[in-house]
């Protein structure tokens, strides 16, 4: 027998001895010196063992000796001994591996770097991920889950089991036994790879598809990877499981999209509903006032972060209710100084607010300047929930979503709970009943206009959080804004809420099939038929005035 042969025998039974030693948390340092210098100077065999060794032992000195022998950092010196070298100015620094000490800086030629190949390397990576599957950081064993996967490697399987027994981090659980899968699929035994296919059908990593994928595609020579026919059909079964999964999950994707672009509709067109419904007025400079509060919600921040940027997290809370006035005001002075005057003549009111809206515009443009505004996002709004199926929820869409539907009930209660509102209602219903009982509707008119264009302002600073703020803000919503005003039935506000998610539902779902142009297209032919059929839309008033 070669003597090569006889002494990798005897290395290797060396270190079985060390294995199979009762743990005693961390190893001596005699064992772990001696595991260091077979991994460094050995032969390929005595490496490899040494390196899942020194994963066996939990030691955490070894991690540094594997990345520095992974990464290329593993040197010997002219004594013999065995260093970390870590780049410096002058050569390289030297860290002793049992202690962790620094020796000394010293030229790139008084040491030998430890040669290594791409196989003692990879083994290497795969020990790291080994030895951090017990580390007390459901990060580091997160990562280190899903090194194993990565690297499939059967020996680290025994650990994996141990660290999946004690385990009770959910997402740490799921990559373990994610990755156990994967060593299992290379198993001999049909019935473990068996066991994996049925387990890998609870995720559905690109990965984790490709895996299966592979053990049902037929080669070109009409064999299969997968030669077990039970093992093959319960793949496809699981791939197709897996394929079910992600449809569901993308039309939920779509919805959740539809229903974010919803609630921008509505906050859009809320405003709009009510002047349009009490005062059958055609506002095409409604696109501005949400111009307006998100350019308002510029001036906050700014004037926040240059005198109180500890509180530029809080500035959306002082945005929301100058935005309302200041739009308000604004919305309140075009009804008094414009609209008032051309009641009954619709035409001239849609030609009046087209020339005031350029007219607004023109007004951003010298103030502040042609170029987008950037609208910082506080730290609570940053952020997204990833599902495994590759949906994202961004932090700033959902609290979007809810400050819609905030607004929207604050916005029933007032016209139903105050005095205003029933004025408001009654002037809708009824406007020469409502004269005749004693409302003064011109004052109604005038408060109505400044509520519906202070929701606009509103609407305003919810697009500064996911649109540019521009001169040219508003144009992008105001044709959306009528559309589902008069899908949802004139001056109805549940319409405009079922409208506005309607829409925003219908778009995102027709988008991946038709494309954004089309499925628009689509979307606008749709309601022009239904309007058709139903023109006071989903849901019409009715009153002595209407039904005239």
């Known amino acids: 027998m070669p003597i090569a042969v006889i002494r990798c025998l005897l290395a290797s039974f060396a270190l079985l001895v060390v294995l199979a030693a009762p743990q005693r948390g961390v190893a001596q340092d005699a064992d772990f010196a001696a595991l260091v210098d077979t991994a460094a100077k050995g032969e390929f065999a005595e490496q490899s063992a040494a390196i899942s060794a020194l994963a066996a032992t939990g030691d955490p000195r070894a991690q540094a000796v594997l990345e520095a022998l992974a990464e290329r950092g593993l040197y010997v010196t002219a004594e013999g001994q065995v260093v970390i070298g870590e780049d410096h100015p002058d050569g390289l620094r030297l860290i002793d591996p049992l202690t962790g000490e620094e020796i000394g800086i010293v030229g790139s030629r008084d040491v030998e770097r430890v040669r290594a190949n791409n196989s003692l390397r990879r083994a290497a990576r795969s020990a790291i991920g080994t030895l951090t599957l017990m580390s007390p950081d459901p990060a580091v064993r997160l990562n280190a889950a899903q090194t194993v996967f990565s690297s499939q490697d059967a020996g680290a399987l025994e650990m994996l089991e141990q660290a999946l027994e004690q385990e009770e981090d959910d997402d740490v659980r799921g990559a373990m036994q994610k990755a156990r899968a994967a060593i299992l699929l290379g198993s001999d035994d049909p019935a473990l790879r068996l066991e994996a296919v049925e387990a890998l059908r609870e995720f559905t990593d690109p990965d984790i598809r490709s895996m299966l994928a592979a053990l049902v595609v037929q080669r070109q020579d009409g064999t299969y990877a997968e030669t077990d026919e039970t093992v093959r059909a319960a793949a496809a079964e699981s791939l197709e499981a897996i394929e079910r999964k992600l449809a569901a999950w993308r039309i939920a994707g779509y919805v959740y999209q539809g229903i974010s672009l919803g609630s921008v509709l509505l906050l859009a067109a809320i405003g709009l509903a009510i002047t349009f419904g009490v005062m059958g007025v055609i506002n095409m400079a409604h696109g501005e006032m949400v111009m307006i509060g998100a350019y308002t919600t510029f001036v906050i921040q700014e004037v926040i972060r240059n005198h109180a940027p500890e509180l530029l997290d809080w500035s959306l809370f002082v945005a929301i209710p100058a935005a309302f ?32 809206s350029l007219i607004l515009r023109q007004l951003v443009r010298t103030l502040f300047g042609t170029t987008n505004q950037e609208v910082g996002t506080p730290s609570w709004m940053q952020g997204a929930i990833e599902t495994t199926a590759g949906v994202t929820m961004t932090y700033n869409r959902l609290y979007i979503i809810l400050f819609c539907l905030l607004v929207f009930a604050g916005l029933m209660v007032a016209l139903r709970r105050t005095a205003l509102g029933l004025q408001m209602r009654a002037v809708t219903q009824n406007r020469q009943m409502a004269r005749a009982m004693g409302i003064r509707t011109g004052r109604v008119d005038a408060l109505t206009f400044g509520l519906g264009s202070g929701i606009a302002g509103i609407a305003g600073v919810a697009l500064s959080q996911i649109d540019n703020v521009s001169p040219n803000l508003g144009q992008g919503y105001i044709i959306d804004s009528f559309l589902v005003v008069v899908f949802g039935g004139v001056g109805n506000l549940w319409g405009t809420l079922a409208g506005a998610f309607s829409l925003g539902v219908a778009n995102k779902l027709l988008e991946p099939y038709a494309g954004a142009v089309l499925g628009k297209i689509l979307v606008l032919v749709a309601i022009i038929l239904f309007i058709q059929k139903r023109p006071r839309g989903l849901f019409a008033l009715r009153g002595r005035a209407v039904e005239a």
């Open 325 to 356: 006035v200041v739009a308000g005001l604004a919305g309140i002075a075009i009804e008094r100084g414009i609209i008032r005057f051309l009641y009954g003549r619709p035409l001239e009111t849609l030609l009046a607010t087209w020339g005031l």
